[in-house]
């Protein structure tokens, strides 16, 4: 079965801070896509990064960061010199390659997310 | 681009009593989804659709959660009657070709007393 844990339930730091939150996923599936959202106050889930199964290459976006592990089932996001706009609740999605009708990936299985509060 | 629309934003309702919300998806996007997002919880599947068909409501509780999408474009998720623990944020998604991206409307907050 799917799953995904992210074991950090809130995270407080004070701004310039980098933050790393952790991401750890079970799945039998060899081909799959995971995913970062980030989740404001105002409640929309943001989309941040999808990464497939078969790229396992690091990405840098700015102030954010992922590094993508197969060996360990982790995909963790790192935030450089955190800012308070960056507060908010990110949650962590792994999802099959195909949902066998619509020829694109399946449901999305989320993590019960990490809140992260920027102080300044 | 416009994106995810819905509405209400917020409902109050006690319960045993009915509510219905509205999803209009980003203007092309075949698949919508519709998750519920239980407070300290992430989202959880209720039901997918491609185009006006069902793909996957094996967690909708189909005794009180009725859901449609006809003319495949704007969706309307019901439920009656409503119990106390459907209390929760009802978010919905669409996503366009092959492989892409699931895109989140802002969510109707729901609260039954």
């Known amino acids: 079965a799917q799953k995904v844990t992210q074991a950090q339930t809130e995270i407080s730091v004070v701004e310039k801070e980098d933050v790393t939150l952790d991401c750890v996923y079970e799945t039998r599936d060899t081909t799959y896509y995971l995913f970062w959202y980030k989740q404001p106050p105002s409640g929309e889930l943001v989309f941040l990064i999808r990464r497939n199964s078969f790229d396992e290459q690091n990405e840098i976006s700015g102030r954010y960061s992922w590094n993508f592990q197969k060996s360990t089932s982790s995909f963790n996001f790192t935030i450089t010199a955190s800012q308070v706009v960056d507060s908010a609740v990110y949650f962590c999605?792994?999802?099959?390659?195909?949902?066998?009708?619509?020829?694109?990936?399946?449901?999305?299985?989320f993590g019960a997310g990490t809140r992260l509060a920027v102080h300044p | 681009e416009a994106g995810v629309a819905q509405s209400p934003r917020y409902k109050i309702i006690e319960k045993r009593q009915s509510v219905a919300f509205w999803c209009n998806p980003i203007?092309?996007?075949?698949?919508l989804y519709w998750y519920q997002q239980i407070l300290g919880q992430g989202p959880k599947l209720l039901i997918q659709f491609q185009n006006n068909g069902v793909v996957d409501d094996s967690q909708l509780p189909k005794d009180r959660f009725s859901a449609e999408r006809l003319k495949g474009v704007d969706s309307t998720l019901k439920i009656q009657p409503a119990k106390l623990e459907d209390s929760a944020v009802y978010l919905c998604?669409?996503?366009?070709?092959?492989?892409?991206?699931?895109?989140f409307g802002p969510g109707t907050r729901l609260l039954v007393l």
């Open positions: 203007s092309g996007h075949a698949t």
């Open positions: 999605a792994l999802s099959e390659a195909d949902d066998g009708v619509s020829g694109g990936y399946n449901k999305l299985i």
């Open positions: 998604a669409s996503r366009g070709a092959v492989q892409e991206t699931q895109y």
